[in-house]
């Protein structure tokens, strides 16, 4: 549901309350305790209530934040993966990772994990790729740096698994999630998000169906 509770989108995923990510300046609230999902997260939990593992999962959707800028929408496009088994591990999650953005982007992509905290992940990284508008050589789209943050990612936290009724310490698993808008802008040298969402004819005209 783009409408979520908040078990699913905040609780489940050990965000307790008082997390800055709960802010409204964040979130956008809606009556009765509802608000605009936030991330595709709670279809992670949704799917570990409903299923037993192992799982692979993978889910696409809108997700929505208080957020607009070049790199940033208040409503885009969102993917989680989610594995989960008896034996997954930290290695298994970066050859996933690699072989994604090596499929997607061709193989003279290079991809860095740095560590990064996300509650419902641990460890947790942030995941980059070298930025494909300036191919690393530094630009206004990654800030001179030559990378581009796609996303989040990490094991799942044991809170996760105990929030759903599983046994951490008999299961484990990874998951990641990545903003689809992002990678279309990086795939096509974009230089900027907002680009995609003001139907200018002649930016469009470039993207032939």
């Known amino acids: ?35 605009l999902r936030t ?27 208080r957020d607009l800028d070049a790199t940033h929408l208040p409503m885009f496009h969102q993917l989680e993966a989610l594995v989960v088994g008896e034996r997954v591990s930290m290695s298994d999650l970066k050859g ?12 003279q992509v290079e ?44 094991m799942v936290h044991p809170a996760v698994f105990e929030a759903v009724g599983l046994d951490p310490e008999r299961y484990s698993g990874f998951a990641f999630g990545l903003g689809i808008d992002r990678i279309a802008m990086m795939r096509h040298g974009i230089d900027d998000l907002r680009l995609m969402v003001e139907n200018d004819v002649r930016f469009l005209s470039q993207f032939p169906t």
């Open 96 to 107: 996933t990772l690699s072989a994604v953005w090596k499929r997607f982007y061709g193989e």
């Open 1 to 35: 549901p783009e409408v979520e509770d908040d078990f699913h989108n905040f609780q489940a995923l050990n965000l307790p309350p008082g997390h800055p990510a709960r802010e409204e300046t964040d979130t956008f609230y809606l009556d009765g305790g509802l608000l």
């Open 39 to 65: 991330h595709t997260s709670p279809v992670q939990i949704r799917t570990l209530e409903s299923r037993r593992p192992p799982i692979k999962m993978i889910c696409p959707g809108k997700v929505f934040r």
């Open 111 to 154: 991809m860095r994990l740095r560590p990064g905290y996300f509650p419902f992940v641990e460890p947790g990284c942030e995941y980059d790729i070298s930025c494909r508008v300036c191919s690393g050589a530094g630009c206004r789209v990654c800030k001179g740096s030559g990378w581009i943050e796609l996303g989040g990612t990490g």
